[in-house]
């Protein structure tokens, strides 16, 4: 089984946050309705769960060993060998992370799959003007 860990967005301060954990209760008490659920950064701090912009870990690094994350951007080449800029996705129907492609060389816009080549080049909070064609 792959390493399951996160790091998150944080919506107020405009900056990524290495996570410590994620708590689902607050005190002694469990709450059903997760109102109560946070996240706790490497720096000690918790952040309320609408603070914080959760991104999973793909499990994969690109070719230069960099960890790749959900909602990454990444350039990389479809099948027909054109270069891609994509984001990280996660597909519910298939239960996997991919490459969607948002814009390249002109013979097309493929998707692609996390198992080729890719190099992470940023992502879509600190760095949306990469997206912009």
Same mark, same amino acid.
């Given at each position: 089984?792959?390493?399951?860990? %996160? ?16 708590? %689902? ?44 994350? #959900? ?46 080549? %890719? ?5 879509? #909070? ?8």
């Amino acid at each position: 089984m792959g390493e399951i860990k %996160f790091i998150g967005w944080d919506k107020v301060d405009k900056r990524m946050i290495q996570v410590y954990n994620i708590c %689902f209760n607050a005190g002694n008490s469990v709450y059903t309705d997760n109102t109560f659920v946070c996240v706790m950064g490497t720096d000690g701090v918790l952040y309320p769960k609408d603070r914080i912009i959760l991104r999973q870990y793909t499990g994969l690094k690109d070719r230069n060993s960099i960890e790749a994350y #959900h909602k990454d951007i990444c350039k990389y080449k479809d099948y027909a060998g054109n270069n891609q800029i994509g984001v990280i996705e996660w597909a519910d129907l298939s239960a996997r992370f991919y490459i969607e492609s948002v814009g390249g060389d002109d013979e097309g816009n493929q998707d692609g799959d996390l198992d080729r080549e %890719f190099e992470i080049i940023g992502n879509i #909070h600190e760095n949306p003007e990469l997206l912009k064609g």
